[in-house]
Each structure stands twice: as structure tokens, then as C-alpha cells.
């Protein structure tokens, strides 16, 4: 049985813990704590699934905690740019309310299909967790409204992708990288099982 209380999994939970921190530095003006705290909150994200692979501790419970703790981070982070720049969430109005409602889908089509809903962790929406972490810090330095506008595009084709393996796929692990990958894979899988080489092992392993 593997342990509950792991690192990767405690560093997911501190994602939520210490989440309310942000809101009261924000609230208090304390922008230079608010960067720091959000600086090392967001490396979580990076450092619970990296070590989890690395030492061995994937868990069912950690990419739920992960899951969870994404989802209140996203949603967080939204606020945060609303608060700090009303201007670049207005002019992005569209994009956020076609990026809340795909997210909101994609949790959704699995809970009717399957009975439980969670996200993937596919290449698009890794590499969009990075960019939100730091859009975020960038914000304090340059104008993100434009960077805001790439980052919910993206953001709505990776959960669209991840709809589309839900469906075409069945609950698949989470780890799935793309759909294009998962698609290649149970190709490979097919044509070896209706192959000669499939028949072939199954016979020797009989004989033996």
C-alpha cells in the first residue's frame, strides 16, 4: 500500500491550504508578498507531478488533490487579474466566459459518462498551466492583454482535446499525453492483438 502522506501529494495540498494567503496580501496591498507566495505556490504545480514520477509516488489521491488544487488556482488566478487589471479581463470578456464554460464542460462530460469527473494531463494543458504561472508574474512587469487572449485560446483547445478523448476514448488514465497519442496507441494495440505475432506468443505461452 503506498503512503498517503507524501511530499508530492503535501505540496498539492499546500496549493489549497495556503491558497487564501494570496487573496489577503491582495486585499492588504501587500504586493511584494502577494509575487512571493504566488512565486512559490505556482511551482507546486510543477514539482508535486515531478516528483511523484520521480520517486515513484503516483497516486490515485494525488491527482486528485492536483486536480483540485488546479482548479481553485485557475479560478483564483482569474480573480487576481480581474482585481489587479479590470482592463485586460474586459477586453478579453468573450474569451473568458468561452474558456470558463469549455473548463466547466470538461468536467462535466466525465461525470455523466463515468461517474467522476477530472482533468487530464496532456501536453497542451501542462504547457498552459506554465504559461498562466507566468502570465501572473509577467502582469506586474508588462501589458498581459494580449498574453491573457493567447493563453484562453489555448487554455479552450487543450480542455476541447481532453472533451474528445473523454468521448472517443473512455475514462483514460490521466497521465494521457494527446489525443493524437492515446489514438496511435490503441492502433498499435488493435493491430498487434489481430496480428500473427499476438497468436504466436499466446500459443508458446500455452505450450509452456
Request: charged share 15%; hydrophobic share 50%.
Amino acid at each position: 500500500m503506498k503512503k498517503v502522506i507524501t511530499i508530492p501529494n503535501s505540496l498539492s495540498l499546500s496549493r489549497l491550504v495556503f491558497l487564501p494567503l494570496l487573496y489577503l496580501f491582495l486585499w492588504q496591498e501587500r504586493l511584494f508578498m502577494f509575487f512571493i507566495t504566488f512565486t512559490v505556490l505556482g511551482s507546486t504545480d510543477f514539482l508535486d507531478g515531478y516528483l511523484a514520477r520521480k520517486w515513484n509516488q503516483v497516486s490515485q489521491l494525488g491527482k486528485f488533490l492536483d486536480t483540485v488544487a488546479d482548479m481553485f488556482f485557475y479560478i483564483s488566478v482569474a480573480y487576481f487579474l480581474y482585481y489587479l487589471y479590470p482592463q485586460a479581463i474586459a477586453s478579453n470578456r468573450i474569451f473568458l466566459i468561452g474558456a470558463f464554460s469549455v473548463y466547466g464542460l470538461s468536467f462535466l462530460v466525465p461525470l455523466i459518462l463515468y461517474k467522476k469527473p477530472y482533468t487530464l494531463h496532456t501536453r497542451i494543458l501542462r504547457s498552459n498551466a506554465v504559461l498562466v504561472y507566468f502570465m501572473m508574474l509577467l502582469s506586474f512587469m508588462i501589458s498581459t492583454t494580449v498574453l491573457l487572449s493567447i493563453i484562453l485560446v489555448i487554455f479552450m483547445i487543450g480542455f476541447l482535446e481532453q472533451i474528445l478523448i473523454f468521448i472517443r476514448f473512455g475514462a483514460v488514465d490521466q497521465d494521457t499525453s494527446s489525443y493524437f497519442s492515446i489514438s496511435l496507441e490503441r492502433r498499435l494495440r488493435d493491430w498487434f492483438i489481430d496480428s500473427g505475432v499476438y497468436q504466436k506468443l499466446n500459443r508458446t505461452k500455452e505450450k509452456r
